[in-house]
């Protein structure tokens, strides 16, 4: 039996698996410029995170019905619940569609085919997290709020991400002030390629209760001790920093140092699709190669469901 878990830090789209995608490709009548499966395995060695990105937001062509983000999001929930995932709070990047000419409401009500029966399905409650795209502007991050407006009780949060390193957190303080005017959880991706000042803004010009990854706030003590009194979670996401070379190998990863600085630190999957592993597949290497005890792997999990957006009573059920 898996750790039960919580991932709060998947992007849906990451977990659009090379199968996938070509049998979505040809259901849809679009052509992607690999021959098959095993040719766009070899895109997948990135040097940082915008190649990765280029990837990222190419494979998405495929996406285009609702049935498509149905089947998308089915497809992870339920290698997530073989994976121990009892909860997960999803990101999805509606600007990467809207420019396509997918709507917010075929993005949505398509995710929500699979969510709104994945406790009965997977065994795995849901939330659902609107991204803006942080290389994109506020004006536009505006309108993609705005074009929400309709889903909102589908919707928990907001977070940023995208190409960090440029885009600063204070260039949306606006946006997420809108945000948290309409209920909205705030989160952002902060510290994962950026300098730790990126953090600190997170925290103070967003008003964000979790950020992800986090990584490089161990560059800077002072933010370190503040995040250990604040106690704020961070959504750290080990294989993906591998594969987008954040860290040289698995071996060199701080979250041990940053276990015992007293960090609220969650393990997660990112993009699973791209980075070599779901939920259980992190944890089971930073088990393997940090070493890190079973104690260890049992606070990681319990931060998890701790850091969540999960009600007291819906929490205590899932763990
Ligand atoms: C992402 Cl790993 C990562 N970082 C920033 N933005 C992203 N979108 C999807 N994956
Ligand atoms: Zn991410």
Redesign the pocket.
């Known amino acids: 039996m898996p750790l039960p878990k919580a991932e709060l830090h998947l992007?849906i789209e990451?977990t659009l698996e090379p199968e996938l995608a070509f049998e979505l490709a040809a259901r849809n009548g679009v052509t992607l410029p690999y021959a098959d499966t095993d040719e766009l395995r070899k895109a997948y060695d990135f040097e940082d995170?915008q190649s990765?990105?280029n990837l990222?937001y190419e494979l998405m062509a495929v996406l285009r019905t609702e049935q498509d983000f149905a089947d998308l999001a089915n497809a992870y929930l339920a290698r997530a619940a073989a994976q121990g995932v009892r909860h997960a709070e999803i990101f999805f990047?509606p600007q990467a569609h809207l420019a396509r000419g997918v709507s917010m409401g075929t993005v949505v009500e398509g995710l929500w085919r699979a969510l709104g029966s994945s406790e009965e399905n997977h065994g795995i409650s849901t939330r659902l997290i609107l991204c803006f795209l942080r290389d994109e502007s506020a004006e536009s991050a505006l309108r993609t709020l705005d074009a929400a407006r309709p889903y909102l009780d589908r919707i928990t949060g907001v977070g940023l991400?995208?190409a960090?390193v440029g885009h600063p957190p204070v260039k949306f303080r606006e946006v997420y002030e809108a945000a948290a005017a309409l209920g909205l959880r705030r989160v952002a991706?902060a510290g994962?390629e950026g300098p730790p000042a990126y953090i600190t803004e997170a925290l103070d010009a967003l008003g964000v209760e979790r950020v992800d990854h986090g990584l490089r706030c161990m560059e800077d003590p002072a933010l370190v001790e503040r995040l250990v009194r604040e106690r704020i979670p961070l959504t750290l996401?080990p294989l993906?920093n591998v594969r987008?070379r954040t860290v040289d190998t698995l071996a060199d990863h701080p979250l041990p140092a940053m276990l015992d600085a007293g960090l609220v630190c969650t393990v997660n999957s990112?993009?699973p699709a791209y980075f070599g592993g779901y939920a259980g597949d992190n944890f089971a290497a930073v088990h393997h190669t940090l070493g890190l005890t079973e104690d260890r792997l049992r606070e990681l999990a319990r931060n998890s469901f701790l850091a969540s957006f999960l009600e007291d009573d819906e929490e205590r059920r899932a763990r």
């Open positions: 992007h990451g995170l990765f990105l990222y990047d991400d995208s960090e991706h994962e996401c993906s987008l990112d993009d």
